[in-house]
């Protein structure tokens, strides 16, 4: 069975920093991996969906890595701004038609 | 294009009614729609699986009498909760996958309705 965690449960940094958002994946026979952004009260907005053939994708100051083999991925967003203070969750599929499971998530804060 | 709309964003209801909430995929069919639960501060629990034309199948120790889901059309699900308690007080998601394989299994998510049952 899938299992995803991620770390740190909450950062919080000075506007114009660069950081890194991690979540590490149990099984390695994932499909694809998916980093969604949630502000309070909201629904899930889709950042960035990696195949499972891919090494990463890039959305503007967005960039998601993933690492099969060592069961990992990352987030990397760049001079961060106040406004992308939300929770930040990756989620795994096992195959095509499988669901998703996803992190607990990331709560940043950027402060400006 | 992939838009998800859900209806309503918020209801406060009495113990012991029944409460409905549609999810529509605006500009997609979409073949297979999730409802999801979500708690303060938690991730998404996934509920149930819907696919147009055919039986929801839940996830263990969702009770399906309880929570009845419906996918009569490519463009929209339903979820009642029936006899809502206070227990049931949640923020609950739709997703949206275009077709039972999709070439990427994308997901695509309504903005949530937040019950609160009295």
């Known amino acids: 069975k899938q299992e995803v965690t991620q770390i740190p449960a909450a950062l919080s940094v000075p506007e114009g920093e660069n950081l890194v958002l991690n979540c590490s994946f149990t099984d390695s026979a994932i499909y694809n991996l998916q980093w969604f952004r949630q502000d309070p009260g909201k629904g899930l907005t889709s950042l960035l969906l990696?195949?499972?053939?891919?090494r990463e994708q890039t959305s503007g100051r967005l960039n998601a890595s993933l690492d099969k083999s060592s069961g990992r991925s990352t987030l990397y967003i760049a001079a961060s701004q106040p406004g992308d203070s939300a929770t930040y969750l990756c989620?795994?599929?096992?195959?095509?038609?499988?669901?998703?499971?996803f992190g607990k998530g990331t709560m940043l804060l950027v402060s400006p | 294009g992939a838009v998800v709309s859900q209806h309503p964003s918020r209801v406060i209801c009495k113990s012991g009614t029944s409460v409905k909430i549609e999810c529509r995929s605006l500009?997609?069919?979409?073949?297979?729609m999730f409802w999801y639960r979500q708690f303060p501060k938690q991730s998404l629990m996934l509920m149930a699986t819907?696919?147009?034309?055919?039986?929801?199948?839940?996830e263990q120790g969702v009770e399906k009498d309880k929570f009845l889901i419906n996918h009569a059309s490519l463009t929209l699900s339903t979820l009642t909760v029936t006899s809502a308690h206070p227990e049931d007080s949640s923020f609950y998601i739709c997703s949206a996958r275009r077709g039972m394989l999709s070439s990427y299994n994308e997901q695509f998510f309504g903005p949530g309705t937040r019950l609160t049952v009295l």
């Open positions: 500009d997609f069919q979409a073949t297979t």
């Open positions: 990696i195949q499972s053939s891919q």
């Open positions: 989620a795994a599929t096992n195959s095509g038609y499988s669901t998703l499971t």
């Open positions: 819907s696919n147009e034309g055919s039986k929801a199948t839940y």
